[in-house]
């Protein structure tokens, strides 16, 4: 008997042929053999029902073998290409604008603005027949790179100019770095130890120091403090950490040493005694120390707002514009849980109504002046702050102010305030304007007739402290002309109006060096000026300048300016000398005079493209605006003003680092 397979081997000439089905079902349950009849043998002779199941295919699929050819091996190097892409562009995804990386053909993507290469990829100029050209919508910092990649390719360079190029490269290097690492921590508390102990002036230079401030209260930095907390709540904290009976907190003990610092401060001025300097650093090393160690969630408080507004005061003071806006930002948000921005409480019969009123008032104008010199959004919105102006005439004149400054960034400045249209945008600041040249009227009116006050004493820096007043609020004022769009055709992209307010407020600078140098006594009035007066407002008159004097090549211009920075050589001398501002506005008049020096008197619209001199192909009445005029089809200011602004931030951004250039 032939087997099975046998059988159909023979059938089919000895190739084995694919079995059509299964055994029956009842036999696989049985495990005997079926010859696959339907019905099978063995189901007719037991009499069982002969049933198949579905036959399972077990054929698999036929592979095609992947030949790896020279076609397959070009798509793996465009996907890795891809690959590489995607990682530099998600490397660079946190760089500004106009800083991405341009070293992959990828990314060379054009736009409105011309990416500046980093300097050691600039192309060097080896002959005069290919010079180095300057990007028209760039800022200071491409005009900086230009001139000291042009001049250094130049033979003719004294040893000064060679100084002066190599200080003008590293400056360039350090404005293309944008993501350096900002150190946020006050300078003077950098090298003490969390356990070292700190210690409080004697008890006699205290009491003293509280009874002169008690007894001068109408003079104005005694006035200043007054406006965070009234001297009799300062002193009773004074008294609560000399004489502890009881635990005091650490707000107790930021409040009691900044207070005392603010005093000793006047006090030296005032007096000339030069032996309270030491309690003078101790207690605002103090404050700093115990500001630095505090915890991240504080209890909602008057006093702790109080504190937290100290040690924006003293970041603004270090020119550490960053830390100040986190101390100001966490008392704005208690000022909110408190309810201080509200005026359904202004009905408080303790007298304790009007020092919230200050103490808000005093955190607003941090907020609003850190707001525009940072170029972030505020942390108080105005429709939500209904609580009332401050009585006293020269507080409510200082919030008014800081509205405004809130209104400049918001409504001129802000991404959506640069996005509207530059007829509305001009209307916005003409009007801002106006309303800003009513109070620096005031301020003026103010500075000519101050009150009398009682006694012979008089306060000498009361004078110097409105000037001071009056070049802050002509800052404010020149950066709002800024945004006033100029006739179509002009040969620069600053209004003349804007350009006067920014001389008239290099002039008030000098007449304040002038009145800080004359009073001998206050040694760190140099510095309290630069920071709050130049760095902190933002001071734009330069930046306004230093553009008008580069699209013209007015050498009257830079005069000016020279003669700014020369002025802030004063704070060298002092004890916490502030050099980086006279460092930076000195490089960058060195920078435009070397242009000037090379190309002569302004002759725009003159100039030979063809000429030899690389100089003479850069259309500088570009510079501060872009290539293609300032207005765009849809009648919108292009990115001009937009660069103009946060190029100046970067600029002033170095101010807050200790960055050697």
Not at 38 to 46: E, I, K, L, M, Y
Not at 311 to 327: F, P, R
Not at 525 to 553: A, D, E, K
Not at 627 to 646: A, E, Q, R, T
């Amino acid at each position: 008997m032939e087997s099975r397979g046998d059988a159909m081997n023979a059938s089919s000439g000895g190739r084995r042929l694919a079995i059509p089905r299964r055994s029956c079902d009842q036999c696989r349950s049985r495990k005997v053999g079926c010859d696959r009849a339907s019905p099978c043998s063995n189901c007719v002779s037991t009499k069982l029902t002969c049933t198949f199941g579905t036959v399972a295919s077990k054929a698999a699929p036929t592979k095609q073998r992947v030949l790896i050819s020279a076609t397959y091996e070009r798509k793996i190097d465009e996907i890795a290409e891809g690959l590489e892409a995607v990682k530099v562009l998600l490397q660079n995804s946190h760089l500004p604008i106009g800083h991405e990386r341009e070293d992959h053909p990828l990314l060379n993507i054009p736009a409105s603005t011309v990416r500046a290469q980093p300097i050691s990829e600039l192309p060097t100029s080896t002959s005069q027949q290919e010079p180095v050209k300057w990007d028209h919508s760039a800022q200071v910092n491409e005009f900086v790179k230009t001139v000291a990649e042009d001049r250094a390719s130049r033979e003719d360079q004294g040893v000064e100019e060679s100084d002066v190029l190599a200080s003008l490269r590293r400056l360039a290097r350090t404005l293309e770095d944008s993501n350096v690492l900002r150190d946020l921590s006050f300078p003077e508390t950098r090298g003490i130890k969390l356990q070292d102990n700190v210690s409080m002036p004697p008890t006699e230079a205290a009491v003293r120091a509280l009874r002169w401030a008690r007894d001068h209260k109408p003079f104005f930095r005694i006035e200043a403090v007054s406006r965070i907390l009234p001297l009799e709540k300062f002193t009773e904290i004074c008294q609560k950490v000399y004489f502890a009976v009881d635990e005091y907190s650490q707000i107790d003990f930021i409040l009691a040493n900044s207070y005392l610092s603010y005093i000793f401060s006047e006090y030296i001025a005032a007096t000339g005694n030069h032996d309270y300097q030491d309690y003078y650093t101790r207690c605002r090393q103090n404050a700093q120390v115990i500001l630095s160690r505090l915890p991240l969630i504080l209890p909602a408080s008057i006093e702790t707002v109080a504190a937290l507004t100290f040690g924006a005061s003293y970041a603004i003071e270090s020119s550490k514009a960053t830390l100040a806006w986190t101390y100001i930002s966490n008392a704005a948000n208690l000022c909110q849980t408190l309810g201080l921005h509200r005026g359904a409480n202004q009905e408080r019969d303790d007298g304790s109504q009007e020092a919230r009123v200050n103490l808000f008032w005093m955190v607003f104008l941090l907020d609003k002046s850190l707001s525009l010199r940072l170029g972030r959004s505020s942390n108080f919105r105005d429709a939500e702050v209904t609580i009332a102006l401050p009585s006293d005439p020269n507080i409510r004149r200082c919030s008014q102010t800081s509205m405004i400054q809130g209104k400049i960034y918001e409504q001129l400045y802000s991404p959506a305030g640069l996005a509207v249209f530059n007829i509305e945008r001009g209307a916005m600041a003409q009007a801002l304007a106006s309303e800003l040249r009513g109070i620096i009227g005031a301020t003026r009116i103010a500075c000519l007739n101050p009150p009398p006050i009682p006694g012979t004493e008089q306060d000498k820096m009361r004078a110097v402290y409105f000037k001071i007043e009056i070049v802050k609020q002509l800052s404010l004022l020149t950066l709002i002309l800024r945004a006033v769009p100029v006739p179509p055709g002009s040969l620069t992209t600053i209004t003349d109006e804007c350009a006067a307010v920014a001389l008239e407020t290099l002039d008030m600078h000098q007449q304040c060096m002038a009145a800080i140098e004359e009073s001998k006594d206050d040694k760190s009035m140099t510095n309290r000026y630069l920071n709050w007066g130049i760095l902190h407002t933002p001071f734009v008159p330069f930046s306004v300048l230093f553009t008008r004097t580069v699209q013209l090549s007015d050498g009257v211009d830079l005069l000016y300016l020279e003669r700014f920075s020369e002025s802030l050589k004063l704070a060298g001398s002092s004890a916490e000398s502030i050099t980086h501002p006279y460092r930076l506005y000195k490089l960058l008049c060195q920078a435009a005079r070397l242009y000037i020096k090379q190309n002569g008197p302004s002759t725009l619209g003159e100039t030979d493209v063809g000429s030899a001199d690389p100089w003479s192909v850069f259309d500088f009445a570009s510079f501060g605006d872009e290539v293609d005029g300032g207005v765009d089809g849809s009648g919108h200011l292009s990115h001009g003003l937009s660069h103009w602004f946060y190029g100046s931030q970067q600029l002033m951004g170095l101010l807050d680092d200790d960055v050697t250039f």
